[in-house]
């Protein structure tokens, strides 16, 4: 280790996702020096049920430790000056003694081992809907409705339906706090948790001056959990803090030990995954094209997985339908969270993929060149642009010349079918010395402007596969993807198969840039600044195509981190805050988030022109979906149904 990095501070950070935990080491700066994951099970014992255990998480949580700590000789655990935990945000059951407790329908012995209901987990159906009817005042700071992910609807399901696990527990904590109240033995439960999942709203809290204000007596005893009220919140949290807060005297003597760690190490307030991930990056310094730093309230953190968490955080409230929130506290205290987001954008990525007839060509190719699928993609839509840009002038040629030999190549490089036919017919008719009325001059130059986007300008998409999060909150939306063919149906062979699915990975991205964009303009429409940056993190960040697809879309600047592990940063940042490295948590973000690289929006007008003439198609399809489900409801068709869009649609 450098000379530079011995009077350095270290932080530890742990997160646990959905199939794994992870656990990393940086310094002061922010950077990440080493990591270690372990993976974790799931229990699906039925459709829509998902379990986990807590005791499976600690342990495996404090091997990837142990193994963390081992891979640097440097530094010791003594120097470790503060550790921060993050989790999904799944509920964890414990008995009376904090036991495991049994959230399982089934009857194994090991059946107490699976006390976590997923986040992803749907059993509470009715129970949401339940609770959305009562319409309470708490609900307008969870964006009107409480989503089946929150923990609410979960409480419900087990008073209703595992009635010796709510009768017999003696915690319900989200796993955030379980991992601080296992490495401390203190029950303190993080603002960020309990606002965004819990209807906790800390705003009322720091009104009274009194943790327990946060809670609504009359919410619990409308949707039947007046036992919480009866016994003051005793089992979901009396002691409420802020990220970053130092918790009791650091860790027990046993959690050190299972850690590898030294006994009182602080251990600060953690928070939920995606909200770490927002705490890892938007602290970074970053300047508007004018030299100006841009204000944290002008920022907005897209953490992009399996879903998208968008976050946004501003000095008041501002009440937007279909966003959850706004939160108080829940990243950075004194701000309110705004967190729309999307249900599905790594997976919809996948399943596109994995769905279509040419994914074992295409697995095949990737793994003989020893990348990823979409890594091949991208560069295959290169070089389709490529041959497209190639034969928009060999085509010109051909539609002049008196003879055409050596002009066949084109053929390879059609785009359908129907492109092929044409292109053969004229180039018969070329060497007959007949220009082709179907190929003149320009005439491609006109549909093709030497960039991938235009490669999708026949598909349209929809990317509410899993529903949509924001800004419809609509569960039951579903996915449209337009343009469809029979092209070489009859031969499906190996080129032709992944120029296809390239085209149509092309068109998810953009939808998914195009939903970033719907969010964005739904903001600003109720009054939230305008972002002037997107700060993207998480694996699906890393896709090249993806980032620029969303710089050209939305028309703003892309910020990527400098370390791409920004959950782990987010976690160790509230760790540091804790240890007393740091003022405040805006302090220890300042110095330990960082921007590696910034994207800017392609400033091609023709480029411009063409999103926007998409994105007028893309909102065009939700009223065209949502005309569709009213008419099989038997409902007639609203009022301006078939309007038309907004900028001129003629063929480009």
């Not at 099970?41 to 495996?60: A, C, K, M």
């Not at 953490?303 to 000095?315: D, E, V, Y």
């Not at 009054?527 to 998480?538: D, Q």
């Amino acid at each position: 280790m450098g000379e530079e990095n011995k009077a350095m501070d270290y932080f530890m950070g742990a997160d646990c996702g959905s199939g794994s935990v992870r656990v990393g080491i940086c310094d002061s700066n922010g950077r990440l020096l080493a990591s270690s994951v372990e993976k974790i099970s799931t229990n699906n014992p039925r459709v829509d049920f998902y379990e986990q255990s807590s005791e499976e998480i600690w342990t495996n949580l404090c091997k990837a430790s142990k193994d963390c700590l081992a891979k640097l000789k440097d530094v010791t655990p003594a120097k470790i000056k503060g550790i921060g935990f993050d989790a999904t945000c799944s509920l964890v059951v414990l008995d009376k003694k904090d036991k495991p407790l049994s959230v399982s329908m089934g009857s194994s012995r090991d059946e107490n081992k699976w006390n976590i209901i997923m986040w992803r987990d749907h059993r509470a159906t009715k129970e949401t809907q339940m609770i959305n009817e009562t319409n309470h005042e708490v609900l307008k700071y969870i964006g009107g409705r409480v989503s089946i992910e929150m923990e609410t609807p979960k409480l419900v399901w087990l008073k209703n339906h595992k009635k010796v696990a709510w009768d017999n527990a003696g915690r319900f904590m989200d796993l955030t706090d379980f991992l601080a109240y296992r490495a401390t033995g203190v029950d303190v439960r993080s603002k960020c948790t309990l606002a965004c999942k819990w209807t906790y709203l800390p705003h009322k809290a720091e009104q009274a001056q009194n943790c327990k204000a946060g809670w609504s007596d009359d919410f619990f005893q409308k949707i039947g959990l007046e036992e919480f009220v009866e016994e003051n919140y005793m089992r979901i949290g009396q002691d409420v803090k802020d990220i970053g807060e130092s918790i009791g005297s650091g860790l027990t003597k046993e959690a050190a030990r299972q850690l590898g760690l030294v006994p009182g190490t602080p251990v600060g307030v953690g928070l939920i995954d995606a909200h770490a991930g927002g705490l890892g990056t938007l602290g970074a310094k970053i300047e508007d094209n004018f030299g100006r730093e841009i204000p944290l309230e002008r920022r907005m953190a897209l953490i992009c997985g399996t879903s998208t968490c968008h976050l946004t955080l501003s000095k008041q409230p501002y009440f937007v339908p279909g966003v959850w929130g706004p939160f108080r506290d829940a990243v950075v205290g004194g701000y309110w969270v705004l967190e729309p987001g999307q249900s599905a954008t790594g997976a919809l990525m996948d399943f596109i993929c994995k769905s279509h007839w040419a994914y074992p060509f295409v697995q095949s190719e990737a793994e003989k060149k020893q990348m990823s699928i979409f890594d091949l993609l991208n560069d295959h839509l290169q070089l389709m642009k490529d041959l497209h840009s190639k034969s928009r002038r060999i085509y010109s040629k051909i539609a002049m010349a008196p003879s055409v030999s050596g002009f066949e190549q084109p053929l390879a490089c059609a785009s359908s079918y129907e492109d092929a036919v044409r292109i053969k017919q004229a180039i018969k008719e070329a060497k007959q010395g007949r220009p082709s009325p179907g190929l003149k001059p320009m005439v491609f130059n006109k549909l093709w402007k030497g960039h991938i986007a235009f490669l999708t300008k026949d598909f349209h998409c929809l990317p509410d596969y899993y529903g949509n999060r924001c800004p419809f909150a609509d569960p039951d939306m579903r996915g449209v993807l337009t343009g469809l063919s029979v092209f070489n149906t009859s031969a499906k062979t190996k080129s032709s198969g992944i120029d296809e699915l390239a085209v149509r990975y092309l068109t998810v991205i953009q939808a998914l840039a195009y939903s970033t964009r719907h969010i964005l303009e739904s903001l600003e429409a109720a009054g939230v600044p305008p972002s002037e940056a997107l700060f993207m993190c998480g694996g699906v960040s890393k896709n090249p195509v993806f980032v620029a697809e969303h710089a050209d879309i939305t028309g703003r600047m892309i910020a990527i981190p400098r370390d791409k592990e920004t959950v782990l940063i987010g976690a160790a940042t509230a760790g540091a805050c804790a240890g007393g490295s740091y003022k405040c948590l805006e302090d220890a973000m300042k110095a330990m988030n960082h921007v590696g690289r910034v994207i800017k929006p392609n400033q091609d007008p023709a480029l411009a022109l063409y999103h926007e003439r998409k994105y007028q198609v893309f909102l065009k399809l939700y009223k065209d979906h949502m005309a569709y489900r009213n008419i099989m409801k038997g409902q007639p068709p609203q009022e301006g149904d078939t309007d038309q869009c907004k900028v001129g649609c003629s063929l480009m």
